[in-house]
């Protein structure tokens, strides 16, 4: 069955610090690898990434994919309260979008 | 230009009433999903539409739940008759083909008493 693992599930980090959140997958027909950052509502698409060892950065976000390792990592530098929020990964097979849980984050002043 | 937007954005009933709710993608967008988050879980998938037809429906959990899109505009998700497990956030999303990046609204809640 198609699987997509984040970690850890939650994490509390203070301003300024730098986290690292993972995603690993076990999906067959593998096509993309998106993130997501959904605060009190919908969801808004931070990346897609396709190929491996191709990082993709939005200022302080920035992510990488390593398909050998079948997971991908999201960065992010010098932490805001504002970055708090679910961190949603999902793996695009086909015409289907494949969910994990989400990392929890929440950075504290 | 408006972004998908769902109703209702949260809903209260009990066991053994019908609920309904809608979704409108955005504009042009022939992908239809919806999806279902219950707490703590994984958003998972219920169906895929393309225009009006059902292209997967392999993630609606029974034949309580059935799911339209007339017309291939807005699509409407009806439980009936709800049960205590179906409580959770209904998502919906769209996108203009299905191999890019998903838009969602902002969810509907549905809390079954």
């Known amino acids: 069955e198609d699987k997509v693992v984040q970690s850890p599930l939650s994490l509390v980090v203070h301003e300024g610090d730098t986290v690292t959140l993972n995603c690993s997958y076990e999906v067959t027909n593998f096509r993309s690898l998106l993130w997501y950052k959904q605060e009190k509502k919908a969801p808004t698409f931070l990346f897609m990434l396709t190929s491996s060892g191709i990082e993709k950065k939005s200022g302080r976000l920035s992510s990488i994919l390593d398909k050998k390792e079948l997971s991908s990592i999201l960065n992010i530098t010098a932490t805001q309260t504002g970055d708090s929020a679910i961190y949603l990964c999902?793996?695009?097979?086909?015409?289907?979008?494949?969910f994990g849980t989400g990392t929890r984050l929440k950075v504290l002043a | 230009e408006a972004g998908v937007t769902q109703f209702p954005s949260h809903s209260v009933i009990e066991k053994g009433q019908t609920v309904t709710l809608r979704c409108d993608p955005i504009?042009?967008?022939?992908?239809l999903y919806w999806y279902r988050r219950v707490m703590g879980k994984e958003i998972k998938f219920l169906l895929h539409f393309v225009k009006e037809s059902k292209q997967d429906e392999s993630g609606m959990p029974n034949n309580r739940f059935l799911a339209e899109r007339t017309g291939g505009t807005y699509s409407t998700l009806k439980v009936q008759p709800a049960e205590l497990e179906d409580s959770g956030v209904y998502f919906c999303a769209s996108s203009q083909d299905n191999t890019g990046e998903l838009f969602f609204g902002e969810g509907s809640r549905l809390t079954v008493l």
């Open positions: 504009s042009g967008h022939d992908n």
């Open positions: 999902a793996v695009i097979k086909t015409y289907k979008y494949i």
